[in-house]
């Protein structure tokens, strides 16, 4: 077939190599936006037991913008509360709720419910997904990616073409070895994880409300439900004299009763009995070409805080609003390839934080537990201490290098109240709404019904004669039909050809923003980052950047 005849035909404009949660999040979300969309999945069903199974808030706003969050939580635990003990003498619990968000709380399920509910969304949106095949080849052109797969180890194969092709198939994955974008794991010798899924009884709290976790000596263990009336037990500890083998259940219910200090502690009925060692990395990049990586086909996520699946949360929603507006012709260049530069570096930062949490929480000596077991007794925040991270939730995930940020408030005259800057989310606040009390955030997700629309907030700084300047920037992006502003008003009423009114009397919404006394506008991306600041006299800088960041063609249609 000529690169022309190739150009012309294509199975799908998006494939997606990989049916596990990042897999099928992504192929919800190309769907979410319209772009026609088939998943190949190697497995032909999905798995009887969870590996991954919690869902933390950012990655909860995230899925709610795409439309999936809500099924989710049906099928989840929501979780309040996260108890810790050092050595025995139990720490502060940690509220895991106390955060601005419209989910606090995390959720708990399992990963094949997560697969299953998926699965059917995908399928009421119209996805496509095929079973049973192995890619055994990808390779690109100008105009595509043919990918070809393959039946059986011996089967027959079939060669297949789309536009562009995101590889969620895992670590152990066949996409990214062929891109050159493999990397050698570094290992930690001498630990070894050992888990199992079973119904629990013991003299704790078998709501599934709350999480424990146990810093023992040269170990930690953690016990976390998991759905239909199952807990999760899992041990990382020193390998020393543990057969290298999966545990049996009297050997992980012993093991179990020494660490939690309750000799009552009961298992029975497992689903799951495993044991793994601990490696790590990142890809050097996240995309070659018209090919990207989701989830665990970019990187090894160590089993700190359960980062990893939610991480490629974040990666499938991020591609999909990209590709979306490519495909739509909405989009410069800049636009797709700022995936790598923003989704590899954040992987990179969360792998060294995983990896300082690791080391911190298995290998421990004397010295170190001793001094922790004093710390326990003070420090109310020791948990996330030792965990690498006190953002457990993801809120903090922020793309400071980004391509497509853009700040003209920052400066010596903002340190006192900074307020986010470009590449951090959008921070939720409270606004009032045609009398009715609402939040910042059905303004900027899908804003107007534009799967990919931009948010333009138009902040007044409750000056009196801001109107005239906030109608002229909303002016400047009107040939941008993606661009959807919004008035945030403190002060006295403007009116913008339709454009919505969200009053800010009390200013709960500037303050969030830092932009008390001050016009401004704040350009807020799909995935609700902030991508531009600049005060509101200054129409013609936003103006050149959507020239910078949208489609010539996207610009001539209005």
């Not at 009336?229 to 020393?240: E, K, Q």
């Not at 057969?243 to 992980?252: G, H, N, Q, S, W």
Request: charged share 25%; net charge negative.
């Amino acid at each position: 077939m000529s690169r022309k005849a190739a150009s012309e035909s294509y199975d799908a404009d998006v494939i997606v190599v990989g049916a596990g949660p990042v897999g099928l999040t992504t192929g919800c979300a190309l769907r979410h936006h319209g772009v026609d969309c088939l998943i190949l999945e190697k497995r032909t069903e999905v798995r009887a037991y969870s590996r991954a199974n919690n869902l933390w808030a950012r990655p909860q706003e995230l899925l709610a913008s795409i439309g999936l969050r809500d099924a989710l939580a049906e099928r989840a635990y929501p979780i309040r509360l996260v108890n810790f003990s050092m050595n025995g003498t139990p720490t502060i619990p940690i509220r895991i709720d106390d955060v601005d968000s419209p989910y606090p709380q995390v959720l708990y399920s399992g990963q094949d419910v997560i697969e299953t509910t998926l699965i059917e969304t995908y399928a009421e949106r119209g996805g496509r997904l095929e079973r049973g095949g192995k890619v055994v080849a990808v390779a690109q052109d100008e105009d595509g990616v043919s990918v070809t797969v393959r039946r059986g180890d011996d089967g027959p194969e079939q060669r297949l073409r789309c536009r562009y092709l995101v590889a969620a198939d895992g670590a152990k994955g066949t996409v990214r070895p062929q891109l050159g974008l493999d990397f050698e794991p570094e290992r930690f010798e001498g630990r070894m994880n050992r888990q199992v899924d079973a119904k629990l009884s013991w003299r704790r709290s078998l709501e599934p409300d709350q999480l424990w976790f146990f810093y023992y000596e040269r170990g930690f263990c953690g016990v976390m439900p998991v759905w239909s009336g199952y807990h999760r037990l899992f041990f990382l500890a020193d390998d020393a004299d543990v057969p290298d083998r999966d545990p049996t259940l009297d050997e992980i219910q012993a093991v179990a009763r020494e660490v939690t200090g309750d000799a009552t502690l009961t298992l029975t009925d497992p689903q799951w009995l495993t044991h793994s060692r601990f490696q790590y990395g990142v890809s050097p990049a996240y995309s070659q070409g018209r090919v990207f990586l989701a989830g665990d086909a970019g990187h090894l996520s160590l089993p700190i805080g359960g980062q990893g699946m939610n991480a490629g949360l974040h990666d499938a929603v991020e591609i999909a609003w990209r590709l979306a507006a490519t495909l739509r012709g909405e989009a410069a260049p800049v636009l797709l390839g700022s995936y790598d530069a923003e989704r590899g570096g954040e992987h990179a930062r969360l792998s060294a934080q995983q990896a300082k949490g690791f080391r911190r929480t298995v290998y421990r000596g004397p010295v170190t537990d001793a001094a922790l077991g004093l710390a326990a007794k003070v420090m109310p925040g020791i948990g996330a201490l030792l965990q690498g991270t006190d953002d457990l939730q993801q809120l903090s995930v922020s793309y400071p290098k980004s391509p497509l940020n853009e700040d003209h408030l920052s400066g010596v005259s903002r340190v006192l109240r900074r307020g986010p800057g470009p590449g951090e989310r959008a921070p939720e606040a409270e606004v009032t709404h045609d009398g009715q009390t609402t939040s910042l955030f059905p303004f900027l997700y899908n804003p107007d019904e534009r799967t990919t629309g931009w948010a333009l907030l138009c902040f007044d700084g409750r000056s009196p004669e801001a109107g005239a300047s906030l109608r002229a920037a909303i002016a400047a992006v009107a040939p941008w039909d993606s661009v959807r502003p919004r008035l945030v008003l403190a002060g006295p009423v403007v009116e913008a050809a339709g454009t919505p009114v969200l009053s800010d009397l009390d200013g709960k919404a500037h303050g969030a923003y830092g932009l008390d006394g001050q016009p401004a506008l704040v350009l807020v991306r799909p995935d609700g980052h902030i991508a531009f600041r600049d005060t509101a006299e200054a129409p013609d800088r936003l103006a050149a950047y959507c020239r910078r960041v949208f489609s010539d063609e996207a610009e001539a249609r209005i």
